[in-house]
T-cell receptor, first 112, second 113 residues
Framework: KQEVTQIPAALSVPEGENLVLNCSFTDSAIYNLQWFRQDPGKGLTSLLLIQSSQREQTSGRLNASLDKSSGRSTLYIAASQPGDSATYLC???????????FGSGTKLNVKP | SAVISQKPSRDICQRGTSLTIQCQVDSQVTMMFWYRQQPGQSLTLIATANQGSEATYESGFVIDKFPISRPNLTFSTLTVSNMSPEDSSIYLCSGGTSGDTQYFGPGTRLTVL
């Protein structure tokens, strides 16, 4: 069974800092990996989707990378802002299953 | 992209009653899922909602407790039956096409007294 781990569980940084969130998974046979953001009491907002054949995806100040062989993905946030404060979750979809396995999330606090 | 709405957004229910949550997608999607998120926790998959057939449940979840319907490619319902305080949680539906981005609804916050 696929297991997804996110480190750190919580992170507090000053505004303007560049930061990296980590996601690791145990089975490299994945179809895709997706990063989400969740604000308190809200649903999930999709940030980036990386297909298994891709190495990275970029959207604005966000860059997600994927290394299937090592079972890792990182989400890089440049020039962090207080509005980036949220919980960030990664989810992987295995090749043979139409479902997604979620990590436990990283709670990010960007201090003004 | 897809926009997903859920009704109700929140509810407070009495023990032993049932609540049906609706999930509506603004476009046809091949996959729809129901998740539960307990306070401070990540998402736990309840089941995959299959169009025109019985849902596929994850370990620990059963049809009698969480009956699911999916009559077409844009709509699904989840019923939480015979509720207890342990069912207090946020229930989320998601949808997407195979290999594509998964989109989530805003969630239904359920409190059982």
């Amino acid at each position: 069974k696929q297991e997804v781990t996110q480190i750190p569980a919580a992170l507090s940084v000053p505004e303007g800092e560049n930061l990296v969130l980590n996601c690791s998974f145990t089975d490299s046979a994945i179809y895709n990996l997706q990063w989400f953001r969740q604000d308190p009491g809200k649903g999930l907002t999709s940030l980036l989707l990386i297909q298994s054949s891709q190495r990275e995806q970029t959207s604005g100040r966000l860059n997600a990378s994927l290394d299937k062989s090592s079972g890792r993905s990182t989400l890089y946030i440049a020039a962090s802002q207080p509005g980036d404060s949220a919980t960030y979750l990664c989810a992987v979809r295995p090749y043979n299953f139409n479902k997604f396995y979620f990590g436990s999330g990283t709670k990010l606090n960007v201090k003004p | 992209s897809a926009v997903i709405s859920q009704k109700p957004s929140r509810d407070i229910c009495q023990r032993g009653t049932s609540l049906t949550i609706q999930c509506q997608v603004d476009s046809q999607v091949t996959m729809m899922f129901w998740y539960r998120q307990q306070p401070g926790q990540s998402l736990t998959l309840i089941a995959t909602a299959n169009q025109g057939s019985e849902a596929t449940y994850e370990s620990g979840f059963v049809i009698d407790k969480f009956p699911i319907s999916r009559p077409n490619l844009t709509f699904s319902t989840l019923t939480v039956s015979n509720m207890s305080p342990e069912d207090s949680s946020i229930y989320l539906c998601s949808g997407g096409t195979s290999g594509d981005t998964q989109y989530f609804g805003p969630g239904t916050r359920l409190t059982v007294l």
